[in-house]
Antibody, heavy 121, light 107 residues
């Protein structure tokens, strides 16, 4: 059974670059798509972006200038980098596996347990 | 962006009740609609995909229906462990978007 585990810094200062990693166990990175989501405290879910096992990416437009998602198939993990963070980026960040139907990502399962990232001076 | 609107935002029901949550899309999304359950302090869990397909391992009291712009999630007989927030999510196009969530409380 595939399991995902996020790891990251926890506490950051404004203007720093957030780096999160998602390790996939119990299955292979290939041939799936992998996604990042976030959830500010007490609020709803927001899609951040996704990457295919071959490196094709798609990002949320308002974050596109600051986001990079990468994949390392040899280590069976994928990563999120978010530059110039502010307090508005404070959230629980989740990674998840995406399922495709006819070449288009359609739903996400399973999800990691989530990693809280707090941005504060 | 495709806007997803859920109703109600919160509801309270008793064990054994039939519960219905609705989700409306700002444009037609065919059947590209998924439902997730998020229990307090936990990650979201996929319940229903493609509007009406039950994810493996999910109890049969959960069901989904709809197409186009209007969708429903139904719990046929509410159980105490169904205390959670429920989200709809469209995958018709990017950016992928979610409803604002429906918080379900047990009376």
């Amino acid at each position: 059974q595939v399991q995902l585990q996020e790891s990251g810094p926890g506490l950051m200062k404004p203007s720093e670059t957030l780096s999160l990693s998602c390790t996939v166990s119990g299955g292979s990175i290939s041939p799936y798509y992998w996604s990042w989501f976030r959830q500010p405290p007490g609020k709803g879910l927001e899609w951040v972006g996704y990457i295919s096992y071959s490196g094709t990416t798609n990002y949320y437009p308002s974050l596109k200038s600051r986001v990079t998602i990468s994949v390392d198939t040899s280590k069976n993990h994928f990563s999120l980098r978010l530059s110039s963070v502010t307090a508005a980026d404070t959230a629980v960040y989740y990674c998840a596996r995406g399922f495709l139907v006819r070449g288009i990502i359609r739903w996400f399962d399973p999800w990691g347990q989530g990693a809280l990232v707090t941005v504060s001076s | 962006d495709i806007q997803m609107t859920q109703s109600p935002s919160s509801l309270s029901a008793s064990v054994g009740d039939r519960v219905t949550i609705t989700c409306r899309a700002s444009q037609s999304i065919n059947s590209y609609l998924n439902w997730y359950q998020q229990k307090p302090g936990k990650a979201p869990k996929l319940l229903i995909y493609a509007a009406s397909s039950l994810q493996s391992g999910v109890p049969s009291r959960f069901s989904g229906s709809g197409s186009g712009t209007d969708f429903t999630l139904t719990i046929s007989s509410l159980q105490p462990e169904d205390l959670a927030t429920y989200y709809c999510q469209q995958s018709y196009g990017t950016p992928i978007t979610f409803g604002q969530g429906t918080r379900l409380e047990i009376k």
